[in-house]
């Protein structure tokens, strides 16, 4: 079975006989992999009325477990973005009904975003969806093949992870 990446690898090789082009053969497969990714997560979202970024706010919430909050703080660190972007997200979430802010029991300056019950029941559908496509996506492999790829994933992976590059 070939696929368009074995015919661009063919031609580099063709043009390029001096450059060891064997990366491509994975990574140009991951990248339109996670452009296919893209597409379906944000169709997932859509679907709920939720941009990627909403989702991203929200599932930190809700994998954080009852009450489902966190400060802006940790929702900085688990979303990668700046101060200012988190304070306008959290802005647009509260005005949407998604979270709202209180006090931080334990620090009197400190503020807590919780997840509200509508931000929760959105967050969930919208995992379920997501979870359909994706295991459409993986549908070609056997759960073996699946678990051997996310292994060598994972351990492509893990020094960026590890060096708080994660993306």
């Known amino acids: 079975m070939e696929d368009e990446v074995d015919r661009l690898v063919a031609a580099w090789r063709a043009e390029r006989p001096d450059l060891d082009v064997q990366p491509l053969q994975v990574l140009s497969r991951v ?16 679907e709920h009325g939720l941009e990627v970024w909403e989702f991203d706010v929200l599932s930190a919430l809700r994998r ?5 909050e966190l ?7 688990a979303t990668l973005v700046t101060s ?12 949407a009904g998604l979270v709202r ?15 509200t019950e509508a931000g929760r029941e959105r967050v969930d559908a919208a ?19 699946q678990r ?4 060598l994933l994972r351990g492509l992976l893990a020094p960026f992870d590890s060096h708080g590059r994660a993306g």
């Open 101 to 115: 802010r209180g006090p931080d029991p334990h620090d009197r300056r400190g503020v807590l975003v919780r997840l």
């Open 84 to 95: 200012g972007t988190m304070t306008n997200r959290i802005d647009r979430l509260e005005h």
């Open 31 to 46: 990248h339109r992999l996670a452009r296919h990714l893209d597409r379906a997560r944000r169709a997932a979202f859509a």
């Open 71 to 77: 400060s802006p703080g940790t929702l900085l660190r």
């Open 148 to 151: 051997t790829l996310a292994g």
């Open 127 to 145: 995992l379920d969806d997501l979870v359909k496509r994706e295991r459409e996506l993986l549908a070609g492999l056997t759960d073996e093949q």
């Open 64 to 68: 954080a477990g009852a009450p489902y």
